[in-house]
């Protein structure tokens, strides 16, 4: 990629951030963000990557707080044990604990797996939150690149592995869901099958867009495949807004420092961010009804391409050799 094309992609991310911000701005002015009402979630399981800081952290306490066990994915371990107390203290909720999971490595990701499932307990939420931002090019274990591996193929391999205990655990009137974060940047993002590592050239923007613009087109599919299949599981995306956490210490200078000066008015807080997920996790609302992109609890239209099923079946298959899963289409569709 040349500099032209990394400055326009850049150009194009920092667009529809500013757009989402003046929106935000607009409606703090007008009486701001009012937290929904989330009913009781007891005997429910649910499983949150990213959990031990920012938004994760948030949607992880609110979910605690609803009652439900919730098991932290993360790989900060250094914070581990502080996060599940404070979390216990402040929901008085005892079921909260935490797995090691570092999206980054395939092997991890299956060792996660393997620890959950020796616990024999079902599962009924899983969101997908955890990602990195604006990272400069390195890659995962596994020799991806870092927005991609982490942000999209981390999660297209630990959702796979765990469908089958969600399968079990949904049921009619009561399905397990799954919840992905996404971001309004996937507006802006493109999505190349011939080069979904960037190697043609690098663009930290182009990238973090290109796997949020995955993470749509994956949701989708996977609510095809179980829609298909008759499963009583759904697949929603979520999207927080622009939400004050340390996500943003990869970006520009002068968005940085802005964000560190005005970011308390025009952000929202990781608890404000946090409630579109809660919200896909557990509204009664979404009881059965999937592949939706929901933004301020509401749903909306995401990208024209995201709706592009030759595609959609493009991604799948491609990420299922990536990650070396068995391309599930035909055991979902069968039943």
Known sequence: MSALSA??????????????VLAQLLRRCLGGFAEPVFPAQPERVAVVTGGTDGIGYATAKCLAKLGMHVIIAGNNDGKALEVVRKIKEETLNEKVEFLYCDLASMRSVRQFVQKFKMKNIPLHV????????MVPERSTEDGYEEHFGVNYLGHFLLTNLLLDTLKASGS?????RVVTVSSATHYVGELNLDDLQSRSGYSAHGAYAQSKLALVLFTYHLQALLAAAGSHVTANVADPGV??????????WGTGLMKKIFGWWFSKTPEEGSWTSVYAAVSPALEGVGGRYLYNEKETKSL????????????????????????VTQDASSG
């Open 304 to 327: 024209a391409t995201t709706y592009d099923r030759k595609l959609q079946r493009q991604l799948w298959a491609r990420s299922c050799q990536m990650t070396g899963s068995a391309d």
């Open 7 to 20: 400055a326009r992609a850049a150009l194009r991310v920092y667009a529809v951030g500013a757009a989402v």
């Open 172 to 176: 009619p009137g009561r399905s397990a």
């Open 243 to 252: 939400v004050n956490t340390n996500l943003y210490r990869h970006v520009f």
């Open 126 to 133: 899983l969101v997908n939150n955890a990602g990195v931002m």
